[in-house]
Nanobody, 123 residues
Framework: QLQLVESGGGLVQPGGSLRLSCAAS????????IGWFRQAPGKEREGVSC????????VYVDSVKGRFTISRDNAKNTVYLQMNSLKPDDTAIYYC????????????????WGQGTQVTVSS
């Protein structure tokens, strides 16, 4: 059964760090680009970061550049999102999704999604 399962979310103070994981099962994840998206209450889902199938190319939305790092371990079928210097504006449900082709920031280009993990940045 094809699955993407996110984990690692939680409550953290501003300036803190979290590492999210996206574990894939039921398919060979190294054939796919994996994107991280987030959705805050009352807002549309937005692309945060993406990594291509080999891990040789990454993209970030401007608001997280220099603070977030995406990586993948294809042997473990897992993609990570290291989030540092977290801000209250980073509060959202974070989702990972797969795409057969190159990275895209458009949610409509991704078919399979995980269930999401909540990240709350608050003092």
């Amino acid at each position: 059964q094809l699955q993407l399962v996110e984990s690692g979310g939680g409550l953290v103070q501003p300036g803190g760090s979290l590492r999210l994981s996206c574990a894939a099962s039921g398919f060979t994840s190294n054939h796919y680009s994996i994107g991280w998206f987030r959705q805050a209450p009352g807002k549309e889902r937005e692309g945060v970061s993406c990594i291509n199938s080999s891990g040789s190319s990454t993209v970030y939305v401007d608001s997280v550049k220099g603070r977030f790092t995406i990586s993948r371990d294809n042997a473990k079928n897992t993609v990570y999102l290291q989030m540092n210097s977290l801000k209250p504006d980073d509060t959202a449900i974070y989702y990972c999704a797969r795409r057969y082709y190159a990275c895209s920031g458009d949610v409509n280009d991704y078919i399979y999604w995980g269930q999401g993990t909540q990240v709350t940045v608050s003092s």
